[in-house]
Nanobody
Framework: QVQLVESGGGLVQPGGALRLSCTATGFNLTYYNIGWFRQAPGKEREGVARISNSGGDTYYADSVKGRFTISRDDLKRVVYLQMNSLKPEDTAVYYC???????????????????????????WGQGTQVTVSS
């Protein structure tokens, strides 16, 4: 199986924290930049954060800057999204995707720019639900 699987979501109170994981199976994550995206009900999917394949370059959307941190552990084949000071508006399903696009078991992944703008849609994973509510 060649997959990227998102996990770590849950229900958290405003001001709380969660750490999401994007885990690769069946391929080496080392060569890929990885982006995190989210989609709230009734809204378009938006880019949240991106990390380069070396880990030396990161991007954050203005809405999460200073609260979210993206990191990677290539030995474990995992990219993390540490989310602190969560707000109700962070409620969404969170997805990860590789750059450049690759063929996973569920199809070709989307193509996105360094600023996480999706330039060509593709197949997304199941995502992980994050709900921020009191």
């Amino acid at each position: 199986q060649v997959q990227l699987v998102e996990s770590g979501g849950g229900l958290v109170q405003p001001g709380g924290a969660l750490r999401l994981s994007c885990t690769a199976t069946g391929f080496n994550l080392t060569y890929y930049n990885i982006g995190w995206f989210r989609q709230a009900p009734g809204k378009e999917r938006e880019g949240v954060a991106r990390i380069s394949n070396s880990g030396g370059d990161t991007y954050y959307a203005d809405s999460v800057k200073g609260r979210f941190t993206i990191s990677r552990d290539d030995l474990k084949r995992v990219v993390y999204l540490q989310m602190n000071s969560l707000k109700p508006e962070d409620t969404a399903v969170y997805y990860c995707a590789p750059d450049p696009p690759m063929l996973l078991d569920n199809g070709w992944t989307p193509k996105f720019a360094p600023d996480c703008r999706v330039v060509r849609d593709g197949s997304w994973g199941q995502g992980t639900q994050v709900t921020v509510s009191s």
